[in-house]
């Protein structure tokens, strides 16, 4: 049971937009910012959000981050076959010291 | 280029030890926190420990306090991971990671981890 609770699995068709959450708690999102990772099959995870909302150079701007409270969410739209692969939500926790990973979402291009 | 190689990897006997090691380059290997993350088959990220540039802080998931050790040489650009009493459930590729949370995450390749009899 992950700290951080995310869907595990999600689906869209071609230029649809997808969004994927993430739940915590004031000890971990609440308190702390949220990194995004995208894990395509067979491959190192890849970062796609940092400080809850910016994104790295090269990612596209198809991919955004938001968070409210102890929540987050990943939000991807004109979906493309591409973006199919798992995606993972990791930020600090205050009480554990430790860093806390969702379990993972894998999105399904239709 | 920024690079993390991972080694010694491998097959080990329940309770045995194994040492990972990371080798960066391209970077200031000092200025950064560095991770080791792991992944077992067909299972999700799980964080396992992390280091501060200078040593003087590390952290570590419950399930590894006591059992594994995170070091870091910042001479050699090499991050360690020292496991002992090793598990059937800590069968995982590990990877090395520099700043996980910051905003220029790089990730090594992994380093395959079996623990079986």
């Known amino acids: 049971q992950s700290v951080l609770t995310q869907p595990p699995s999600a689906s869209g068709t071609p230029g649809q937009r997808v969004t994927i959450s993430c739940s915590g708690s004031?000890?971990?999102?609440?308190?702390?910012?949220v990194n995004w990772y995208q894990q395509l099959p067979g491959t190192a995870p890849k970062l796609l959000i940092y400080s809850n909302n910016q994104r790295p150079s090269g990612v596209p701007d198809r991919f955004s981050g938001s968070k409210s409270g102890t929540s987050a969410s990943l939000a991807i739209s004109g979906l493309q076959s591409e973006d199919e692969a798992d995606y993972y939500c990791?930020?600090?926790?205050?009480?554990?010291?430790?860093?806390?990973f969702g379990g993972g979402t894998k999105l399904t291009v239709l | 280029e920024v690079q993390l190689v991972e080694s010694g990897g491998g097959l080990v006997q329940p309770g045995g030890s194994l040492r990972l090691s990371c080798a960066a380059s391209?970077?200031?290997?000092?200025?950064?926190?560095m991770d080791w993350v792991r992944q077992a088959p067909g299972k999700g990220l799980e964080w396992v420990a992390n280091?501060?540039?200078?040593?003087?802080?590390?952290y570590y998931v419950d399930s590894v306090k006591g059992r594994f050790t995170i070091s870091r040489d910042n001479a050699k650009n090499s991050l360690y991971l020292q496991m002992n009493s090793l598990r059937a459930d800590d069968t995982a590729v590990y990877y090395c990671?520099?700043?996980?949370?910051?905003?220029?995450?790089?990730w090594g390749q992994g380093t395959l981890v079996t623990v079986s009899s």
């Open positions: 280091i501060k540039q200078d040593e003087s802080e590390k």
């Open positions: 391209g970077f200031t290997f000092s200025n950064f926190w």
């Open positions: 004031s000890s971990n999102i609440g308190s702390n910012s």
């Open positions: 990791a930020t600090w926790d205050d009480s554990l010291n430790a860093v806390v």
């Open positions: 990671v520099r700043g996980l949370l910051g905003a220029t995450p790089h």
